[in-house]
Each structure stands twice: as C-alpha cells, then as structure tokens.
C-alpha cells in the first residue's frame, strides 16, 4: 500500500533533488499533507514522532487514518509512511504495523550500541521490505537548548555498510526555530560524507527556517530528503489567529466557534507551504 521510498529518494539524490518529509500532527496535517503531494503530483513522505503518535491515539490509528484518507482522497501519488525519530520498541511496532519506512534513531546511545541496534532493525525491516533511516551525530535541539554535534565520515561509512537506506546526519542543523546567530550548515563536513557514500540519500532535519539558499546548496551536494515539521505549525497557526482576530465583521459567515471553519484556514496554509517547500526542494511531477 504504502511504497518504501527507496527508489524515490535514490533518485532525488542522483538528480539534485529533494523530497519533502512533513510530520502529522493531527486529522488536518495529514489532509493537508495528502492534499498538497496530490496537488503538485509529487511523491509524500508522511512521518509521525513517537509524541504525536502517543497525541493521535498510537501508530495503528496514524496508519489508518492515513491510508483511509488517501482512499476517500483518491490519491494517486505515491506515499511513504515514517516513523520519525523512533526508538527501538517504536520501531519495532511501526515494522510489524506496516509502516514502509522507519527511522531508527539511536543517537543518545554510544555509537556501537547505535550500530547493533540500527542493524538489528534493518534486518526486521528489510525482510518486510521496509526502509531504514539512522542518525549520526547529533541534530541540536533548540527547544531542550541541546547541541547539535557534527556526523563523522567514519560513522557514516560504516552505517552505510551495515545496510541503511538513509542517513541523517548532524551538519549544524537544529530542531525547531533556529536561535538569532545560529551560523549556518556546516557544507564541507556534509561534502566529505556526501563523497564517502556517492549513492546514499542523505537526510537534512529540522528543515524550518533555513534559508533557501543554504537548503539549495546542501540539496547540492547531496541532502535528498529535508524533515519539516515547524515550518507547518508557524504556517497554521498565523492563519488561524489571522482568521480568529478577523473576526465576524469582515466575515458574515464567520463562525469561530465550528471547528470545520475554524480550522480551514490554517489547513489550507500548510498546502501553500509545502507547495513552497516543494518548489525550493525541486521536487519533479510525476507525469
Ligand atoms: O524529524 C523532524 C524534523 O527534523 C523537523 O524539524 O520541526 O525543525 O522542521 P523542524
Ligand atoms: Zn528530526
């Protein structure tokens, strides 16, 4: 049902490209999500974080919700569904749900610990079929004011040869908003790994707030697939406040309180900003 993206984002990195991976939130993102790729006829990644999926009710429901709509939605595109940042029982549940794509994320753990485990899930996951991403280094986090820590060559190449299908690696990229004097991806360390594994779609997170053409440059050199999460919820929630304070005089069917309304206007922005995301990345319509 879902494809596994494997051959999607081999190509994006072997053409310069990129493919978007959106997180969902909730009923709206997913429509929105689902909504946008069918738009611009080009491939989704649908991702869920262990807390949205624990905020959604679990990983089944996401599934579900996700493959009913693109039944009621008709859609014709190809999605992959992800487990975002999981951990190893996390992943576990997803491979044996039937996600087609399932990052491991083991950086908080010593790197051979990290390796083990990343190649105990790829061989569950391959098996089935299903697509392996893994993280190296670490991706700072602006909200828990962690730091990020730059991927090494080494770790790359060896989780390359131990079977991942995507990598995600720390280049001074940041979850969340990026902090005033934040200086920049780190281009020549993303260059070095980019030539230590030429075919291996490499993986850019925390994708909001970087601007152009830094995502264009890292797309260069390698990037394929850029995580987007932040970005979405600014988009909703300035619409949504927007439609709030516009209030029932401009508006003579305003109904602020129907949540089918009230929610419109923040859904149709997560569209538009993929749609923008989607023209920056260079995604290509499927014909
Ligand atoms: O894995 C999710 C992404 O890395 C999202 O990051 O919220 O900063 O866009 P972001
Ligand atoms: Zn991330």
Redesign the pocket.
């Known amino acids: 049902y879902f494809d596994n993206g494997n051959e999607i984002f081999k190509q994006a990195r072997r053409n310069h490209y990129a493919v978007g991976?959106y997180?969902t939130n909730n009923l709206e993102w997913t429509k929105a999500l689902l909504q946008g790729a069918e738009e611009t006829r080009t491939p989704l990644l649908i991702?869920v974080?262990t807390g949205a999926a624990k905020y959604m009710g679990g990983y089944k429901l996401v599934k579900d919700l996700v493959s009913d709509m693109m039944d009621s939605m008709n859609i014709s595109v190809p999605v992959i569904l992800n487990l975002?940042?999981g951990d190893y029982d996390s992943a576990v549940e997803c491979i044996k749900l039937g996600y087609s794509s399932v990052m491991f994320d083991g950086h908080k753990l010593p790197t051979e610990e990290n390796l083990a485990k990343t190649k105990e899930i790829i061989k569950m996951a391959h098996e089935r079929g299903i697509s392996v991403e893994a993280e190296i280094g670490k991706?700072g986090e602006n909200q828990g004011a962690e730091g990020g820590e730059l991927a090494s060559v080494e770790d790359a190449k060896t989780f390359v040869a131990a079977g991942v299908d995507k990598l995600a690696c720390g280049i001074g990229n940041?979850?969340?908003v990026y902090p005033a004097g934040w200086t920049g991806l780190n281009f020549q360390r993303l260059q070095e790994i980019a030539e230590a594994v030429p075919e291996t779609p490499l993986v850019l997170?925390?994708?909001?707030?970087i601007p152009r053409e830094q995502v264009e440059k890292a797309i260069s050199l390698g990037i394929a697939k850029i995580?987007?999460?932040?970005?979405f919820q600014l988009a909703f929630q300035g619409a949504t406040r927007k439609y709030i304070e516009a209030g029932s005089d401009q508006d003579k069917d305003h109904k602020g309180y129907d949540p089918r309304k009230l929610l419109l206007p923040g859904t149709e922005a997560i569209t538009d900003a993929m749609k923008e995301m989607i023209s920056w990345m260079g995604t290509p319509s499927i014909d």
Do not use: K, L, P, V
Not at 205 to 209: A, D, M, P, V, Y
Not at 227 to 231: A, D, L, S, V
């Open positions: 991976a997180n991702q974080s975002d940042h991706i940041i979850h969340g997170h925390g994708g909001s707030g995580n987007i999460n932040t970005e």
